[in-house]
């Protein structure tokens, strides 16, 4: 039987309650030194842009 593998990266597909934004934000303050008050939209969004938009979010453009 053919089985069917969906790669759900920008949360078009589920929701997961959170998990994402709360590895987000421990990834954001290894990374910057700043805790992690806002995320940019994730939603349709590469890794790259979120990234970015929550650093511009953050003043660190």
Do not use: C, N, Y
């Given at each position: 039987?053919?089985?069917?593998?969906?790669?759900?990266?920008d949360?078009?597909?589920?929701?997961?309650?959170?998990?994402?934004?709360?590895?987000?934000?421990?990834?954001?303050?290894?990374?910057?030194?700043?805790?992690?008050?806002?995320?940019?939209?994730?939603?349709g969004?590469?890794?790259?842009?979120?990234?970015?938009?929550?650093?511009?979010?953050?003043?660190?453009?």
């Open positions: 039987m053919p089985e069917l593998v969906l790669w759900d990266i949360h078009t597909l589920m929701a997961t309650g959170g998990l994402g934004r709360e590895l987000w934000a421990d990834a954001f303050e290894k990374v910057t030194g700043f805790a992690m008050r806002e995320q940019a939209s994730v939603t969004s590469t890794e790259r842009r979120i990234l970015r938009e929550t650093a511009r979010l953050h003043g660190l453009d």
